[in-house]
């Protein structure tokens, strides 16, 4: 059950685009499409932003995207906002039946 | 509207229990996938354990015969049972929904921090 791999940090510029990698193995990644992604902010809980790596749940800006490649999803968000701040994790459903997280990116608006 | 609650948390000493009690509201626990997820202080979120709406239950290798994941459909609640706690348990407890059609985490309780020191 080892951690999905992250970018520490990633930064950009209001109205810019980033994007957020997340790696894992043919366990679980690569074995479903059940790839999700969360928002959090300081002292709060984490927010769904995507989920089966490319959904987004009601509510969530058009501005959040997912996408997958073989054992490597990434989350894009366009248009960057100072309120996107905010550390981002992804996590993936095991073909263990478990879950696994990534170690988290923190995103600065700069 | 659905809600997560979650409860119990503390300081414990190193080798002993705590139960969390997460109550749900605007959906039936029992119906549903429940999950709990925590994070260290400063950590990112490590997954811990579900249990499935038939009743089966998964753990993380790190708390496997430690924890014990339960539920209380007449008060519609989700617990944890965590027992010989260790410094490293130390973590924000989060109580999570799991939506069984995609099998991500839908909707989050605000956690309860469980504090393992002597």
């Known amino acids: 059950q080892s951690a999905l791999t992250q970018p520490a940090s990633v930064s950009g510029s209001p109205g810019q685009s980033i994007t957020i990698s997340c790696t894992g193995t043919?366990?679980?990644?690569?074995?479903?499409?059940?790839v999700s992604w969360y928002q959090q902010h300081p002292g709060e809980a984490p927010k769904l932003m995507i989920y089966?790596?490319?959904k987004r749940p009601s509510g969530v800006s058009n501005r959040f995207s997912g996408s997958k490649s073989g054992n490597t999803a990434s989350l894009t968000i366009s248009g960057l906002q100072a309120e996107d701040e905010a550390d981002y994790y992804c996590s993936s459903y095991t073909s263990s039946s478990t879950w696994v997280f990534g170690g988290g990116t923190k995103l600065t608006v700069l | 509207e659905v809600q997560l609650v979650e409860s119990g948390g503390g300081l414990i000493q190193p080798g002993g229990s705590l139960r969390l009690s997460c109550a749900a509201s605007g959906f039936t626990v029992n119906s549903n996938y429940m999950s709990w997820v925590r994070q260290a202080p400063g950590k990112g979120l490590e997954w811990v354990s579900v249990i499935y709406s038939g009743g089966g239950t998964y753990y993380a290798d790190s708390v496997r015969g430690r924890f014990t994941i339960s539920r209380d459909s007449s008060k519609n609640t989700l617990y944890l049972q965590m027992n010989s706690l260790r410094a490293e348990d130390t973590a924000v407890y989060y109580c999570?929904?799991?939506?069984?059609?995609?099998?991500?985490?839908?909707?989050w309780g605000q956690g309860t921090l469980v504090t393992v020191s002597s």
């Open positions: 043919s366990s679980d990644v690569g074995y479903y499409n059940y």
């Open positions: 999570a929904r799991v939506y069984s059609d995609y099998l991500n985490f839908d909707y």
């Open positions: 089966d790596f490319s």
